[in-house]
């Protein structure tokens, strides 16, 4: 496991944008986002894959989502525009130091940051 330091998030009218940053202790096979608002399961929203650089986004965020990295730092960024409301919950930054076919899949992730809330007015 690694520890995860987040940053970002906020609150934001819809149109807005917000940019989320996340950095491990250590090297990650996987890095990414969740989100979870209340009543619901912990969504995918995006992940990098280091061996080959390949960024994966669901179609929910696809064109308004963007994820980038600094490597060299173990960072992640995602860059969150056109927020609307219901893109409002807790986005949580997951690593995974260990292979795994569940990458789209919270159970993929062994490393998980605290949490930051994005809420999104109308």
């Known amino acids: 496991q690694v520890q995860l330091v987040e940053s970002g998030g906020g609150l934001v009218q819809a149109g807005g944008s917000l940019r989320l940053s996340c950095q491990a202790s250590?090297?990650?096979?996987?890095m990414g986002w969740f989100r979870q608002s209340p009543g619901k399961e912990r969504e995918f929203v995006a992940l990098?894959?280091?061996?080959?650089?390949?960024?994966f986004l669901p179609n929910s965020v696809k064109g308004r989502f963007t994820l980038s990295t600094d490597n060299g730092k173990n960072t992640v960024y995602l860059q969150m525009n056109n927020l609307q409301p219901e893109d409002t919950a807790v986005y949580y930054c997951?690593?995974?130091?260990?292979?795994?076919?569940?990458?789209?899949?919270?159970?993929?992730?062994?490393?998980w940051g605290q949490g930051t809330q994005v809420t999104v007015s109308s």
């Open positions: 997951a690593a995974a130091t260990m292979n795994t076919i569940y990458d789209l899949l919270p159970r993929g992730y062994d490393s």
């Open positions: 250590g090297r990650t096979l996987n």
């Open positions: 990098i894959r280091w061996s080959d650089s390949h960024i």
